[in-house]
Nanobody
Framework: VQLQASGGGLVQPGDSLRLSCVVS????????VGWFRQAPGKEREFVGA????????IYADAVKGRFTISRDNAKNTVYLQMNSLRPEDTAVYYC???????????????????WGQGTLVTVSS
């Protein structure tokens, strides 16, 4: 299973950006896919995730109402739509996947088997 994250870039506060995570080797309908981020000097933190059963989503409080996760089953791709971006959203964003993860584990990095390489998002004026 391989994950390819893309879509990062430099944006201004208040702008929007959409990240993509293309999954190969396993259908996303059978996988839980999560987004995490890591800012310089900080630990990796949970952003949001979509569960394999029914596609229900969960978000960290810091991004709730601003970020939205969706998936395109035909393209085997999960998206992270980020609106109203803030400087504190600056980080390397990673997507991760697991075929065995349960809903209560979606926010835990160690629950995921596979990770993408990360894409840098910089929010600055």
């Amino acid at each position: 299973v391989q994950l390819q994250a893309s879509g990062g870039g430099l944006v201004q506060p208040g702008d929007s950006l959409r990240l993509s995570c293309v999954v190969s080797g396993r259908t996303i309908r059978a996988s839980g896919v999560g987004w995490f981020r890591q800012a310089p000097g900080k630990e990796r933190e949970f952003v949001g995730a979509v569960h394999r059963n029914g596609g229900s989503t969960i978000y960290a409080d810091a991004v709730k109402g601003r970020f939205t996760i969706s998936r395109d089953n035909a393209k085997n791709t999960v998206y992270l739509q980020m609106n109203s971006l803030r400087p504190e959203d600056t980080a390397v964003y990673y997507c991760a996947a697991s075929s065995t993860i349960i809903y209560s584990q979606l926010s835990i990095p160690s629950s995921y088997n596979y990770w993408g390489q990360g894409t840098l998002v910089t929010v600055s004026s």
